[in-house]
């Protein structure tokens, strides 16, 4: 069973290409244009991306009956729902958490339990607000399907957002997750949907500020 490079960064190495763009592009139009304006905001923009990419460290509860959330960002619905549809699992309601990411949360997202990762499936889609409900069927996703030890599985959806608009996924199938373990990344505002049995209890609510690798939002029984 392989597992993930477990490197840290206190920037995400994605963050670099684009702050290195935004940088020289800055010193040319300065050069170019002799504003000083100009380049204050290239500067900005730079240190806001790298700041944007930021992936700091966190502190996670290891417990297997615990559920860890996977994203930075607000709690924007709790309900029952089907699984995505492409995935190629038995297609029955799970309870679902959903967290929304804007643009100033941490993006770097984290597995919530500790378990093999057992199919990873992406579908194209539209760029709807991802805080809309129908954004989990019609936005642009990537679904992770789980096996924990004891057999449960769960299921982490990540879902592109009216300004993100590309979703990385640092994992293959049969890799090792460790609860709390980084395996994707959305870039630029987001959202993730976690699917887990129905008969798991909630530990959060609509509306609570939520810390991807350290927050408990619900637990198994």
């Given at each position: 069973?392989?597992?993930?490079?477990?490197?840290?960064?206190?920037?995400?190495?994605?963050?670099?290409?684009?702050?290195?763009?935004?940088?020289?592009?800055?010193?040319?139009?300065?050069?170019?244009?002799?504003?000083?304006?100009?380049?204050?905001?290239?500067?900005?923009?730079?240190?806001?991306?790298?700041?944007?990419?930021?992936?700091?460290?966190?502190?996670?509860?290891?417990?297997?009956?615990?559920?860890?959330?996977?994203?930075?960002?607000?709690?924007?619905?709790?309900?029952?729902?089907?699984?995505?549809?492409?995935?190629?699992?038995?297609?029955?309601k799970m309870k679902r958490i959903c967290v929304f990411m804007n643009v100033f949360n941490v993006h770097v997202n984290r597995s919530p339990v500790?378990?093999?990762?057992?199919?990873?499936?992406?579908?194209?889609?539209?760029?709807?607000?991802?805080?809309?409900?129908?954004?989990?069927?019609?936005?642009?996703?990537?679904?992770?399907?789980?096996?924990?030890?004891?057999?449960?599985?769960?299921?982490?959806?990540?879902?592109?957002?009216?300004?993100?608009?590309?979703?990385?996924?640092?994992?293959?199938?049969?890799?090792?997750?460790?609860?709390?373990?980084?395996?994707?990344?959305?870039?630029?505002?987001?959202?993730?949907d976690i699917y887990l049995p129905l008969d798991a209890v909630e530990k959060c609510k609509v509306g609570d500020k939520v810390v991807a690798g350290?927050?408990?939002?619900?637990?198994?029984?």
């Open positions: 069973m392989k597992k993930i490079n477990k490197k840290r960064y206190i920037i995400h190495p994605e963050g670099w290409k684009f702050a290195g763009i935004l940088f020289a592009s800055s010193i040319i139009l300065f050069y170019l244009s002799a504003s000083i304006l100009i380049a204050l905001i290239g500067f900005f923009l730079t240190f806001f991306v790298l700041w944007f990419f930021r992936d700091p460290k966190r502190d996670t509860p290891q417990d297997e009956n615990l559920i860890i959330s996977s994203a930075d960002g607000k709690v924007c619905l709790i309900d029952e729902a089907y699984p995505p549809e492409e995935l190629p699992i038995e297609s029955q500790q378990g093999n990762v057992d199919h990873i499936v992406y579908k194209e889609g539209k760029f709807l607000n991802a805080s809309l409900d129908k954004a989990s069927d019609k936005n642009e996703r990537s679904s992770l399907v789980l096996n924990t030890q004891n057999g449960t599985k769960i299921i982490v959806v990540q879902i592109a957002g009216l300004i993100a608009r590309r979703i990385l996924s640092f994992i293959s199938p049969n890799m090792l997750l460790n609860q709390g373990e980084r395996f994707g990344l959305i870039r630029f505002g987001s959202r993730v350290e927050s408990i939002l619900a637990s198994l029984n």
